[in-house]
């Protein structure tokens, strides 16, 4: 190749794709700003990630031309910047980007002035668009420079009102009524027929998902459970989920959850796992244990490193078309599955419903496995024996493809999201397979990203740890280590969960307004540092830290990480009934707070045993905590005898007697 800039000693895919351009692309740094600054030379900040197809797109029409590049090198210094290893360089761009009345996305393109502060942007621009506004601006700021400068400070106060808190205007008390108006204007948005946010595109939200069944459940909101259910039914069955290999694509372009945008985040799938866990041990429904199960599958098939770390993502593309991989030609079919073919046809929709273009079709369902089995007189066992031959057929040719590509470095954050997400399947399954998995996991962050005193690194590839842990790497870090203490009972993970809490306050609370930061502190940084308040894809790293400091006041009984909790709520209770969507893991603290929350302590020999037997069902009003020896841990400390199985059930620190009857304590926390 002709060209090679300094993104070849990058170790982000995203980043290594563009190595290659003309463009004299560099990675993102402090330092660079600096440079940028002492030359006078303006800045452009080209943000993307490797499953992005419209950076595809703009990468080779725009960064591979020659003419484009030498545009851009004349007039910049040019960054490239890979969202996934810098949400906080993406956020404060994006930031931008909104405040001038642009719509957000990816590509996100900023152009900026010699100290960083953004000036102009968009997203993705055609070719000649793209070079037309190059051209413009630089000419305007070298031209007029002192009202480029001021448009850059009234924009970066902009962004930092946007991003700093300020003060709570009116103190909205936490009650059962706030949640309840918060989700009766939500219902108005409900598509119950197809489940998810009423029309196109449509797009999972787990996070939503894991408090609607949780309201549901504690309220008995028969509605509620019926659209959570239909949602995720829907999505099980629709062409976002991967019906041949398991695992969900981003989203869904149509209504329908037909047509995905066929690219696989590790972060959507680590969540998916947790909520139809769940969903499985309300509803019962086995639907919902197979996307379990074929979604662990494909996440260690695909997504694994044999040392425990789970990779990014895949790409929507492969040999240069989107979906390729995974859609189908009805003669192929016909070809791996000879006489099975017609049964085939009509399980997957190999018919106008499930027809897409080019003459590909998207596998999709939309009947039960018990309704298809009765009406061509199959037994059930009969079905799932020929649909598992089926699948491992295709699986099998499919294999033979050119792969999307893969972005294979590992990401703290994400990787916590999957191992939640196996806690969660083993306490719902029991399947050792998913603890050990799980253990393998969170043994190889504890021993790749974590340093001693308590610091994480954001991101590892091939032995090589890089950028400085953001908040959201430490709340959902210690969610999941809390996740795999509560259903391994290796007090372990609880003493790492407790050394994130202790540096996370140190470097990343203000006392004064009491919340996070996402970025560690440090006053000398480019960028406007911010509080992350909301929801989105992901929970918020402030609504997951808050849930953690709730969880850990009942374990240790320190009511100063209940009081902190409170306080982080009150910037958030005056928006909840308005825009509950928004905060929506907010939401699962203040069912926590409003509605009966208990402990369980499991104490003896045979404590692991109970735990199992008592674990069974949906029960996200429990914490649980387990003791085969003695234990220092406040609520369990005292209460271990070597003679007696003793099963304490507690309320914010106030525990009944004991009883020895796993089913005279299920009776106590049942609602």
């Known amino acids: 190749m002709p060209h090679t800039n300094a993104l070849i000693n990058a170790t982000s895919p995203y980043l290594l794709q563009h190595a290659h351009n003309p463009v004299n692309w560099q990675a993102w740094s402090e330092e660079l700003v600096e ?49 996934e290893e810098r ?27 010699p100290d960083g502060r953004p000036i102009w942007g968009g997203t993705y621009f055609p070719k000649d668009t793209w070079v037309e506004n190059l051209k413009t601006v630089a000419a305007f700021c070298k031209g007029k420079r002192s009202q480029a400068e001021e448009y850059a400070s009234r924009l970066q106060e902009g962004i930092q009102q946007v991003s700093l808190m300020p003060e709570v205007e009116s103190e909205v008390s936490v009650s059962k009524e706030l949640l309840q108006r918060g989700v009766d204007g939500w219902k108005k948005q409900f598509d119950y027929d197809e489940g998810g946010r009423a029309g196109a595109p449509k797009f999972p939200m787990p996070v939503n998902l894991d408090f609607q069944l949780y309201y549901g459940f504690m309220n008995s909101d028969q509605a509620v459970l019926d659209y959570v259910e239909t949602t995720l039914l829907k999505m099980a069955r629709g062409g976002i989920y991967d019906q041949v290999g398991g695992g969900f694509a981003r989203y869904s372009v149509d209504e329908k959850w037909k047509v995905p945008h066929f690219e696989k985040m590790l972060y959507d799938n680590g969540q998916l796992i947790s909520i139809y866990s769940k969903a499985w041990q309300y509803f019962q429904n086995e639907e919902f244990k197979t996307v379990v199960y074929e979604t662990i599958a494909f996440i260690e098939r695909e997504l694994m490193d044999e040392n425990g770390a789970f990779y990014s993502s895949l790409d929507a593309d492969s040999e240069g078309e989107e979906g390729k991989f995974y859609v189908w030609k ?13 049964l085939f ?25 018990e309704e298809f089995a009765e009406k061509h007189d199959l037994s059930l066992h009969q079905l799932q024996v020929k649909v598992g031959k089926w699948k491992y057929a295709l699986l099998k040719a499919r294999s033979k493809r050119v792969r999307p590509g893969l972005d294979d470095k590992t990401l703290t954050s994400w990787n916590a999201l999957v191992l939640k997400g196996l806690a969660d399947a083993y306490k719902a399954f029991r ?47 210690i969610e999941a280590f809390l996740a795999v203490y509560e259903v391994s009972g290796d007090e372990k993970w609880l003493a790492l969960s407790d050394k994130l809490v202790e540096y996370t306050f140190a470097h990343f609370f203000d006392k004064q307004k009491q919340l996070f930061y996402f970025n560690r502190f440090n006053a000398a940084a480019v960028i406007t540092n911010h509080f992350q308040k909301e929801d989105n894809v992901i929970p918020s790293a402030n609504s997951v830290m808050a849930n953690n400091l709730h969880r850990l006041y009942l374990i ?116």
Request: proline share 3%.
């Open 35 to 83: 440079k940028a600054r002492a030359e006078d030379k303006l800045i452009l900040v080209s943000i993307g990630y490797a499953a992005c197809h419209w950076c595809h797109v703009m990468e080779h029409e725009s960064f591979e031309d020659e003419k484009v590049a030498a545009v851009m090198n004349e007039n910049f210094v040019c960054i490239k910047v890979d969202r």
């Open 87 to 113: 949400p906080d360089v993406d956020h404060y761009y994006m930031s931008a980007v909104q405040l001038m009345g642009q719509q957000g996305g990816w590509p996100l393109n900023v152009i900026a002035l």
């Open 330 to 342: 009805k003669a192929e079919i016909q070809e791996f599955l000879g006489d099975e073919y017609s």
């Open 345 to 369: 046809e009509e399980y997957y929709n190999v018919n106008s419903k499930g027809f897409w273009e080019h003459n590909n079709y998207i596998l999709l369902r939309d009947i039960s496995n």
């Open 431 to 477: 399947n050792e397979e998913f603890l050990s998995l799980a253990i393998k996991n969170a043994d190889f962050i504890e021993n790749n990203l974590m340093k001693d005193d308590g610091q994480l690194f954001h991101s590892w590839k091939k032995g090589i740890t890089s950028i400085d842990g953001f908040l959201e790497d430490y709340a959902l870090l």
């Open 556 to 671: 240790h009984g320190k009511p100063e990480l209940l009081e902190t909790a409170r306080k982080m709520l009150q910037y958030i209770t005056p928006h909840f009934c308005n825009y509950p969507m928004a905060y929506a893991n907010w939401g699962t603290l203040l069912l926590k707070l409003t509605a009966p929350y208990f402990e369980v302590a499991v104490c003896g020999i045979n404590s692991r045993l109970l735990l199992k037997k008592l674990q069974r069902g949906f029960q996200p009003h429990v914490l649980w905590a387990v003791a085969e020896k003695n234990s220092e841990v406040p609520l369990l400390k005292d209460r271990f005898f070597h003679t007696t199985d003793l099963i304490y059930v507690c309320k914010n620190g106030s525990c009944e007697l004991p009883v020895e009857e796993v089913e005279e304590a299920a009776e106590k926390i049942r609602i």
